[in-house]
């Protein structure tokens, strides 16, 4: 039933359009080559990491909706914002991503239960962290 609540409410906001705290219109846009997994893009920039979200490993739960997700709101091109850090670790770039429109990507993940938004640092940390602590508090999406 819970899938079910999810999917639905996925498929209507993809209907409807998604309204995000975060914009950016004028941010670096970018072709999407295909999608890695929940917060990870191959494009015609090389791979990017989503900066501000952390999404489930393949086999966890979740992930597989949060890929779906990523894969709907991305298309075939994305604008991106660099932050404090532009890479992670293991040396992927790291970037706050957004539709082509420029809504949020980081943000419509954390606000539909598929992603935990990052703690370490970046400027629109302690947004994306409220917007997760709404998510869990009214137990949307799948990781809740």
Do not use: N
């Not at 996925?10 to 004028?26: K, Y």
């Not at 090389?46 to 393949?58: A, C, K, Q, S």
């Not at 850090?85 to 606000?111: F, K």
């Amino acid at each position: 039933m819970r899938l079910l609540l999810l999917g639905l409410s996925l498929a209507l906001a993809a209907c409807a359009g998604i309204e995000t705290d975060l914009t950016c219109e004028d941010c670096f846009e970018v072709q999407v080559i295909r999608i890695i997994d929940g917060d990870t893009l191959d494009t015609s920039r090389g791979v990017i990491r989503l900066y501000g979200v952390d999404t489930p490993e393949v086999g966890q739960p979740c992930e597989s909706e949060a890929t779906k997700r990523l894969r709907d709101l991305a298309g075939d091109t994305i604008r991106i914002e660099v932050g404090p850090r532009t890479t992670d670790q293991y040396g992927q770039m790291l970037a706050y991503v957004y539709t082509e429109d420029g809504t949020s990507i980081d943000e419509a993940l954390v606000r539909e239960g598929l992603a935990e938004a990052g703690t370490q640092d970046g400027q629109h940390r302690d947004l994306l962290l409220m917007m997760e602590r709404d998510a869990r508090m009214q137990s949307v999406g799948c990781l809740w």
